[in-house]
Each structure stands twice: as structure tokens, then as C-alpha cells.
């Protein structure tokens, strides 16, 4: 067998191709050649077999040789690394993941998305052989022992923690005391922080909206507007501790397509809606006073199904008089055809692992920093040129 004759790349996968080559190759060198050093193909062979870029080869490369897998022994010649078989068989200590609030409450529609995130971690952490837990943190009110306590059996127990969703906050809360935490490794999923010690791993969402916008070039849709259930472009009262990257979507998503010359006039948008029924009566208004644009990009791809609903109720053609987009991706039979914004989340939940796996082997603090994943548009048929009147 060749050495990269098993390898799979999907070049539609949101995953970049040098990771997915990357842990192809990782794979290989663990089942194959762990013990003995294997002199690896060159950059120039590999990308030829695999009819890939030789960028992408090389970046696969340098991911290998950080993880300690390959090392360079002269300019043309990369050799695997003996593996520590030890170290890899042993079980590192576990990572503790802060949830939402109950497991009972990923159930609710607008918290499916973490699920996402958990497939992602419970992958990572079982190629890294590595336990999770679940941690229920101390009551709002506990008393500062307790919550020193707590963290003191956090740090002895786990190599780090995993913010998954937001939880009750105040400045004595026992999340901010945890937040506050120099020593313990954290990373924060999909949120931006002012704790100076925390890692945020976040959506790159320019480059999903970047392919969005090329696709509404071509297809001449020049009048975009956001669809956010919020009582303005973003919501007026937020956490000024941490901030998740959606709340600040309406407004990514205007000065966007402002600055890339489209037009995103205020009196398109759609504020201020809860539920179906609001958000319906909101589009009956648009319709009423003519302010209809010519594409609505929403807040996540449930907005965009009921946008999408709205219009079939208020006889609005889509995509020939209104086009709409989401924002998720997420796989399911009611977004099948729907054109949106696919999010990461399965990738962002790995990194968070990798990050904290990286920072115990190497004995180096996390840091605060951004980690940004990259998005993509995923083309429906909920949008086409407009109809011309």
C-alpha cells in the first residue's frame, strides 16, 4: 500500500484541506509507522498523487511538524517522529465543559447549535483520549468560600475548560470567578471577552458573507437588509463581559455590504419580533409601505424559515420577488433548500479541545486571542435574480 493511497479529501467540506489532509496523514502515522521513522513523500509527490495544491501540502506539514508528528531532517527530506507510546496511551486529565444551563435545555430549538459544538468536542477529546465533564457550577449565591473552592478542584482535576452558552451573570457570580481564573486554561466558544486569559475561538463570518456578496453580483440583488429579532440592529442590553458573535451580526451584516458599495438602507431591515406571528405582521408592514429589499439575510436559518413562510402567507414569490438567506447551516429536511450562511461548529468545537491539549502538553498559558474558523455560503433555492418589473 502507498502511503497516501487511503487518503479522502472532501474539497466541499467547510473544513480548510490542509486539516483535513493534515489529520489524514496523523491518522496514518499512528497506525503505521509509530515506532519506526518514516521518511514522508515529498511536498511535490504528494500534491501530485492527491491533485492538490503543493500550498496545501505544506500547510498540512507545518500543522504536523507543531503536533510533533514529523521533523524536518534536511530541506527535502521530513521524517515522522517516533510517537511517545506511553504518552499517547494514557488517558490525559479530563476538560470540564461549563453548559448553558441543563442538558434538558439543548433541546429547546434556539440552543441546537451547541449540540453542534458537542460533536465536534467529543470527537477531539476521544482522539486525544481524553474525558469530559459536565460542570454544574455553585448556586448565584454561594458564598466566596464555595466558589474558591470549587475552582481550586476545577484547577487539580482538569487540563482546562470549555465555555459552552451563556449562564446567569453578575460581577459575584461564580462564572465571573471562574472567568477570573489566571491558572486554569479556558476557551470560549463563538463569544468575544474582555478576561485577559481566556481563548475565543469565533466564526469567521466575512468569509461566508465575502461568497454571499459575489453571488448577489452576479445575480444583480443590490438592496440587501437584515432580519434580527432584536429591538434594533443589535440589542441594547448585553453582557459586558463576554459577547457572542451573532448579537453582533445585524450590524456585521450592514456595514458589510455598505462598505462592498450595496445598498442596506435602515428602512429595509426587520427589528423587534419573538416569534412567528410578530415577524409576520412586521413583513406585512414592509409589503404595505413598498420597503421590501431585494434580499433578506436573517439572524439564523429558524428567521429565515419563518421569513420564508411569511412570504408564502403574504403571496411574496422567493427568490423572484424576495430572496432570503440564513444564517446556521445546519443539516435538516426544513433547510434543504434554503441558501445560508454555514457556520463551523463542528470544527470550532475540535480547535477548542486542540487549543487546551496544545497548551497542557506544552506547558504554555492560554492567552487572550482570537481564533477565527472560516465560514461558507451555501447556495438554495430561496435565492435568484429578481424579477424584473
Not at 470549587?150 to 487539580?156: L, Q, T, V, Y
Not at 489566571?182 to 481563548?199: C, F, K
Request: hydrophobic fraction near 40%; aromatic fraction near 8%.
Amino acid at each position: 500500500m502507498t502511503f497516501f493511497e487511503n487518503i479522502k479529501l472532501d474539497k466541499n467540506s467547510p473544513e480548510p484541506l490542509f486539516l483535513q489532509l493534515a489529520k489524514s496523514l496523523s491518522h496514518i502515522i499512528k497506525e503505521h509507522y509509530p515506532d519506526t521513522p518514516h521518511q514522508m513523500p515529498s511536498v511535490r509527490k504528494l500534491s501530485a498523487a492527491l491533485k492538490i495544491d503543493r500550498s496545501t501540502v505544506d500547510k498540512a506539514y507545518s500543522e504536523l511538524k507543531k503536533s510533533g508528528f514529523l521533523e524536518q531532517h534536511s530541506p527535502r527530506i521530513i521524517h515522522t517522529v517516533k510517537i511517545k507510546r506511553k504518552r499517547y496511551l494514557e488517558a490525559l486529565p479530563g476538560i470540564g465543559i461549563i453548559l448553558p444551563d441543563k442538558m434538558a435545555a439543548l433541546d429547546h430549538n434556539d440552543l441546537q447549535f451547541i449540540m453542534e459544538y458537542f460533536k465536534g468536542i467529543c470527537d477531539a477529546a476521544t482522539e486525544n483520549n481524553i474525558a469530559l465533564s459536565m460542570l454544574q457550577l455553585p448556586d448565584a449565591n454561594s458564598r466566596a468560600a464555595e466558589n474558591a473552592s470549587f475552582i481550586k478542584e476545577i484547577s487539580r482535576h482538569y487540563i482546562g475548560i470549555i465555555h459552552l452558552g451563556d449562564r446567569l451573570f453578575n460581577l459575584d457570580s461564580p462564572l465571573h470567578k471562574l472567568m477570573c481564573c489566571q491558572t486554569l486554561p479556558q476557551v470560549i466558544i463563538a463569544a468575544e471577552t474582555e478576561y485577559r486569559n481566556i481563548l475565543q475561538i469565533l466564526p469567521d463570518e466575512s468569509t461566508g458573507i465575502n461568497e454571499l456578496a459575489t453571488g448577489c453580483r452576479e445575480l444583480n440583488l443590490q438592496k440587501i437588509a437584515a432580519v434580527m429579532p432584536f429591538d434594533g440592529i443589535k440589542p441594547s442590553h448585553v453582557n459586558p463581559y463576554f459577547y457572542y458573535t451573532a448579537l453582533k451580526r445585524g450590524e456585521f451584516i450592514r456595514d458589510f455590504f455598505l462598505k462592498a458599495g450595496f445598498s442596506c438602507d435602515e428602512k429595509h431591515h426587520i427589528f423587534n419580533f419573538s416569534n412567528y406571528q410578530e415577524l409576520l405582521n412586521n413583513l406585512r408592514q414592509k409589503q404595505a409601505e413598498k420597503l421590501l429589499p431585494q434580499l433578506y439575510l436573517c439572524y439564523n436559518d429558524t428567521v429565515a424559515l419563518w421569513l420564508l413562510q411569511a412570504c408564502g402567507e403574504l403571496g411574496i414569490k422567493v427568490p423572484q420577488e424576495l430572496s432570503i438567506v440564513g444564517f446556521d447551516g445546519m443539516e435538516n429536511p426544513q433547510t434543504e433548500n434554503l441558501a445560508t450562511i454555514k457556520l463551523p461548529f463542528y470544527d470550532i468545537g475540535t480547535r477548542a479541545v486542540e487549543e487546551l491539549v496544545k497548551s497542557y502538553s506544552n506547558d504554555t498559558p492560554l492567552q487572550k486571542k482570537k481564533i477565527l474558523i472560516k465560514t461558507d455560503f451555501i447556495t438554495g433555492k430561496t435565492i435568484g435574480p429578481k424579477n424584473q418589473p
